[in-house]
């Protein structure tokens, strides 16, 4: 990269097995590898620094999480962000066509948004018309040594196997696994020779077996719908996607979708529903895309996804289960077109893993910084509304920790 490298203060979830740790660990190693200068932040329940102080120069804090972690995180106790003299960032994830207004105070404050998908990008446009937004692309990087090992999660050799995934801390009507499950019954009701996984990643959950039950129940215990009940690695995963013949998404809505990427890039065809962030890279020249219609959210006021978050009416996709049960139907009576689509999805996504990683995001930053130094009007009044949102968070810090504590003591004692 030509010129002085740039300093990134970045902060993600480093230690936390889930998709954006995926994307964080990308992101810091394309920077490095581009000759940036880099100190990562592992952002968890406490906000840890990895690597020594970085030299003098021109700065960013890039919040690689969303603004309610960046919100957290500040409440926990750690060296001085300075706001005031470094240009800040920050790459949401979101699934909506807009995003809460609690994240406006944050992200509004942000010298520039970074999105992570076309989809995000215009979710963030249509809350913060003003604001500047580059787009990351996305890309996934699959250790050439996964392979296909149905042997090891117990999965018949001589059946077609479908495959769908969510984690438990995602809202899981928003993953909508409740279709996955509908849409393979409906397109198989006596066959045995098909499979359906359905891997539900406990996460942080104290016991996940009653969501696990929860899935087997609504499948009415259809001995062909298979839910693994044991913590997997990254590789163990990848290596899951690989022992499928078919990836399943009937999602409401994605930001990015990692789940149908990671298993094209392993040769395996995709049937998704074609809206939200996943349409950065499913075409229908390497999926089959299921029709949908926007319907208005009905969730729990409380979640993510609900009226005390989102103030303004929203939609999100329901997947027409008809077609989606035609789709699965489809690839099991047309094995040539499960190769045809596997292989040309696996051809795509490395096509634009080869774009990803020229990192053109980088130079487009310091494009921006330039043109935006830190010592304009503009930028200090921002860093003074962030630094106002890090004391006021820290006041509160000792209420939610103790919270926190208690929660998890309840959780142990198996109360909670």
Excluded at 12 to 23: A, R, W
Excluded at 247 to 264: N, T
Aim: charged content about 25%.
């Amino acid at each position: 990269m030509v010129g002085v490298p740039l300093n990134y203060e970045l902060y993600g979830h480093f230690d936390m097995p889930c998709g954006l740790k995926v994307s964080a660990d990308n992101v810091a190693r394309q920077l490095a590898e581009h000759g940036e200068r880099v100190r990562l932040h592992s952002v968890k329940r406490s906000v840890i620094s990895t690597g020594p102080q970085l030299p003098a120069g021109k700065t960013l804090n890039f919040f690689h999480v969303n603004p309610y972690e960046f919100r957290s995180a500040l409440a926990f106790p750690h060296e001085n962000p300075r706001f005031e003299d470094r240009l800040n960032v920050c790459m949401p994830f979101w699934e909506l066509s807009r995003v809460p207004d609690f994240w406006l105070p944050v992200l509004g404050n942000m010298d520039l948004i970074l999105a992570p998908t076309q989809f995000v990008a215009d979710a963030i446009r249509a809350s913060l018309p003003d604001i500047p937004v580059v787009l990351i692309p996305q890309g996934v990087n699959i250790p050439d040594d996964i392979s296909r090992d149905r042997e090891r999660f117990a999965l018949p050799e001589d059946a077609l196997i479908y495959g769908t995934s969510f984690a438990a801390e995602a809202v899981i009507e928003r993953k909508n696994p409740w279709a996955a499950i509908a849409a393979f019954r409906a397109a198989f009701p006596t066959e045995d020779d098909v499979r359906l996984v359905v891997r539900a990643s406990p996460g942080d959950v104290a016991d996940p077996r009653p969501l696990w039950d929860q899935l087997m129940e609504y499948a009415e215990h259809d001995e062909r719908v298979i839910v693994p009940e044991q913590k997997m690695t990254y590789r163990e995963v990848l290596s899951l996607y690989a022992s499928l013949d078919v990836y399943l998404s009937l999602h409401r809505a994605e930001g990015l979708g990692l789940g149908m990427m990671e298993s094209m890039a392993l040769g395996v065809p995709v049937i998704a529903t074609g809206w939200s962030g996943n349409m950065d890279f499913t075409t229908t020249q390497n999926s089959l895309l299921v029709d949908y219609e926007l319907q208005p959210i009905d969730v729990d006021p409380a979640s993510p996804y609900g009226q005390r978050v989102m103030l303004t009416a929203e939609s999100w996709a329901q997947a027409d289960l008809k077609d989606a049960a035609a789709k699965i139907r489809q690839l099991y009576d047309d094995p040539s077109l499960r190769q045809r689509l596997g292989e040309q999805a696996k051809r795509d996504i490395a096509a634009r893993c080869t774009h990803v990683e020229r990192a053109e995001f980088i130079a487009q930053i310091r494009e921006f910084y330039d043109s935006h130094p830190v010592d304009r009007a503009e930028h200090r009044q921002k860093a003074r509304a962030l630094r106002g949102i890090e004391r006021f968070e820290r006041l509160r810090y000792p209420y939610y920790e103790s919270r926190r504590l208690v929660g998890t003591t309840l959780r142990k004692l198996g109360l909670r």
